[in-house]
């Protein structure tokens, strides 16, 4: 659910049978956000959030409305030249160097640039886009290497190395980006 705040945009609204209280967190896009128990009603959760305002405004780094909405634009932005190259990328790559692979599923989380799943899913961030080619490939690389290797021990980092003798500085300079977005 989303409630308007004239202050705050747009605030999502979880209703969890997990949660006791009411918490308030920072979404992907800049948006607050507030876990709720399931049964609260719109009214309720309306009151937590007033009756948090000064707390929110001092401690959560929240995106203004506009600067929401921005990234909202981006991010489809990416999505749509993520869509159109990474899976290309990823398969020729797998062809190249004789992986295979389950699915490519496209993400958007703020701490990682891939990962690869125990059923050979490779999930790439869209946030790749962003960075240059040489280390956009690396982390393609780095993920179907952990096809033979779910870990980062000595042999998954031979592999790697024997398809791109750069990782190690490619590694290094993937820190000086975010994949958030
Ligand atoms: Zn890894």
Known sequence: MIIIDKEFG??????????????FSVSTSGRLAMSVPKYTSDFLAKRFLNSNRKMIREKLPLKNPNEQKARDYQKKVLMKKAREYLPYRLEYFAKLYGYSYGKCRLSHANTRWGSCSSNRTISLNIGLMKVPEALRDYVILHELAHLNHMDHSRAFWAEVGSH????KMHEKKLKMFSPGI
Do not use: A, M
């Open 10 to 23: 747009e605030v999502i609204v979880r209703k969890s049978p997990l949660s006791r209280g009411v918490r």
């Open 164 to 167: 791109d003798k750069h990782y």
